[in-house]
Nanobody, 114 residues
Framework: QVQLVESGGDLVQPGGSLRLSCVAS????????MAWYRQAPGKQRELVAT???????NYADSMKGRFTISRDNAKNTVYLQMNSLKPEDTAVYYC????????WGQGTQVTVSS
């Protein structure tokens, strides 16, 4: 059974940092391009960042310079380092294969507020 489990979300003040983790089980993510997505209340899910199997990365414009996606295939884990967080980054964050081809996890809540 394929499962993605996200963690690391929290309440943080503007300008703060968080590191999200996504652990996969039931599948080896090493062959997949992986991605982080987020969904804010009342909004559609949006793509945040992607990382290929070869570790090339890409980011949505509003995340460039602030977020860093990485992966550890030995741990079957994808990370998202988020710095200089803004209130508009508040959302539930999910990881998945790029294109969303795996079962969605429960996500992890990130709240940026003073």
């Amino acid at each position: 059974q394929v499962q993605l489990v996200e963690s690391g979300g929290d309440l943080v003040q503007p300008g703060g940092s968080l590191r999200l983790s996504c652990v996969a089980s039931g599948i080896s993510i090493s062959i997949y391009a992986m991605a982080w997505y987020r969904q804010a209340p009342g909004k559609q899910r949006e793509l945040v960042a992607t990382i290929t199997s070869g570790t090339s990365t890409n980011y949505a414009d509003s995340m460039k310079g602030r977020f860093t996606i990485s992966r550890d295939n030995a741990k079957n884990t994808v990370y998202l380092q988020m710095n200089s967080l803004k209130p508009e980054d508040t959302a539930v964050y999910y990881c998945n294969a790029f294109g969303g081809g795996l079962p969605w996890g429960q996500g992890t809540q990130v709240t940026v507020s003073s």
